[in-house]
């Protein structure tokens, strides 16, 4: 899937291929129109957000619009 990738904390999203999830079971797969790149999502990738994730690669965003698949 294409998607903004982050590679490390602190750096700019590249438009680039990203492995698509899985489905998991309890879990339900979705197909993501639209994201928007707020302030949380920034404070998030750039690491010095209180639940920012320190696992590279990432998708950027967290907030967003989706269909079911």
Known sequence: MKAAVISAAGKAPKF???????????FELI???ASS??????SRSSGSHYSAEVIFPAV???EGRSMET
């Open 16 to 26: 680039d291929d990203f492995v698509a999830p899985a489905s998991k079971k309890g």
């Open 31 to 33: 197909t993501v129109r």
């Open 37 to 42: 790149l707020s302030q949380f999502s920034k």
């Open 60 to 62: 950027a965003g967290a």
